[in-house]
């Protein structure tokens, strides 16, 4: 099980007690390797200038990827596992603005979920090698998949 | 807990034990409501001109829409609690090719996390009503987020 991260709450947020429930399970498929040590390391928009990054994909899964090749765009969802889940509204540190969770792509959300698109830029056994990824090194795999087709 | 649904396998079509474990733990946020009643009445390609749905988000989160407003194109992440989870290649049924599940949108994957992006026709109290979404009426949601950046 993942483990939040107990953090200060800045004027205006709000939380509501996460549902102790599990109504669905989640198994990590492998691991992002990226040279981000912290969140504070982290770039806050991963665009096509940043560092290239190691997507290690647990062995068994090898197959999965058969199919995909460098130069394709591919959606990876992925676990934030350091995030809060509780709050409801949250304030901008930028400049204090309160919105809601569901109006923001915060990490802090009931189901810390990331999407990225990012470009292959190579493949290596299991491994693929792309661009365009801010998380922080370790963060757990849940998926790739190709980018929706054209007209989406 | 979901149940996957045992489906019959196409030729050359492989299959991987998923493990066990859980590494973390999901809570539905509310359920989207479709006039699709099974698989097969849901259109291939949810396109604009297809029916407007209802995703019906939990009232405890209702603060959490605090921003989103009609026009808005939303991402959303649902689970799809009707899919197998362990294929690693699978065949089109449209022409028998196989395919690795991680170069395929087919709901069949290890974490079945659809994302979607539509459009926000209107907010009423918790409930979005939204245009482009393709699932089974009741299918539990995950997350709703703003689309990312212009430029990403």
Chains 1, 2 share one sequence.
């Not at 981000?36 to 982290?42: F, S």
């Amino acid at each position: 099980m993942s483990k939040a991260v107990v953090q200060e709450m800045r004027e205006g947020e709000v939380s509501v007690p996460l549902p102790k429930r599990t109504d669905a399970r989640l198994v990590f498929i492998g691991r992002i390797r990226t040279p981000y040590a912290t969140r504070k390391d982290c770039p806050r928009q991963a665009g096509e200038k940043s560092a290239p990054c190691r997507i290690e994909i647990d062995p068994q899964w090898q197959a999965a990827l058969t199919g995909l090749e460098a130069g394709m765009t591919v959606q990876v969802l992925y676990w934030l596992h350091e995030s809060r889940r509780d709050l409801v509204l949250q304030s901008r540190r930028s400049d204090g603005r309160v919105s809601g969770t569901f109006a923001l792509r915060s990490p802090i959300r009931p189901n810390p979920i990331a999407s990225s698109l990012v470009e292959v830029l190579d493949v290596e056994g299991s491994t693929l090698i792309v661009r365009g990824l801010d998380c922080i090194d370790g963060t757990p795999l849940l998926d790739v998949k190709p980018d929706r087709c054209p007209g989406r």
